[in-house]
């Protein structure tokens, strides 16, 4: 689990409801009609672009990217494919046939290297698969990312139906105050929902796809040099160019010895 997205999260809500207490109470922030108007608003608005499906399909993705998606380190990919390569070195690539590999991607890989195809169909099978990958997460990004526009404009007309309210019943003193709390609310609730929930997990989860991305080409390329049975040493010294110059030491060793 991602601990910095949940206690992130966690600590905005907490010192947002800290400033409630400690001025007047929790119960004058609580208003059903801007509650509506927004998150009502901000549904419909959202199913009105994308498909039911859609929708709940990449809020399942969004929970499960930002807390619970295991990041692998290219250094630990590194370390793997330095082994393979000294397997296939001694044994051959059919000794991969029996050997686990918990990334789906790379097992791929691997499968279609023991099954002997050419390096050019391999590349594209993988990069149609990692194609796919990418473009689920940035779908993902646009959707929480459209919710962080249509909540704060939901608010905006909420506030709007609010003042329209408050200017038609200026004679009477008792509508007013209601009338306000809505105006004033919605822009509240529009705000919260944007900046503290989906602009957080949009930018985890557009992280965490570049991350993906720099992992697949990594998986590609090491698939394509244990096909063309590069050496432990040469693959490794490919290998390392996707790693900046000042991390490439110190981590692979850690990563090694894990």
């Known amino acids: 689990m991602d601990i910095a997205t949940l206690v ?6 907490g010192i947002i409801l800290m400033a409630i207490l400690m001025g007047s109470g929790i119960g004058i922030f609580i208003d059903v009609n801007s509650i509506f108007i927004v998150v009502g608003g901000t549904l419909g608005v959202t199913l009105a672009k994308w498909r039911l499906q859609d929708v709940i399909g990449q809020f399942i993705f969004a929970i499960q990217t930002a807390l619970f998606e295991k990041s692998e380190s290219p250094q630990e990919l590194i370390v793997l494919a330095e082994e393979i390569a000294k397997t296939v070195q001694k044994e051959g690539l059919l000794a991969l046939e029996s050997m686990e590999i918990e990334n ?31 473009e689920k997460g940035e779908t993902g990004v646009a959707l929480l990312m459209g919710i962080n526009d249509s909540a704060p404009a939901m608010g905006m007309i ?55 991305k720099h992992m697949m080409n990594m998986i590609v390329e090491t698939t394509l040099g244990i096909q063309r049975g590069l050496t432990p040493r040469l693959l490794t010294e490919l290998l390392q160019t996707y790693i900046p110059a000042d991390q490439r030491g110190g981590e692979e060793q850690e990563a090694k010895e894990s």
């Open 104 to 134: 789906e991607f790379f097992a791929k890989g691997i499968s279609l290297c023991v099954d002997g195809h050419e390096g050019e169909f391999i590349r594209e099978v993988l990069n149609n698969e990692m194609s796919l990958s990418i």
């Open 158 to 212: 909420g506030t709007l139906v609010g003042l329209v309210q408050m200017l038609a019943n200026m004679s009477d003193p008792s509508s007013i105050g209601p009338a306000m709390a809505v105006a004033l609310l919605t822009t509240l609730y529009g705000a919260f929902i944007a900046q503290v929930l989906m602009v957080p997990l949009a930018s985890k989860i557009e992280l965490r796809t570049k991350r993906l």
């Open 8 to 13: 992130g999260i966690v600590l905005a809500i």
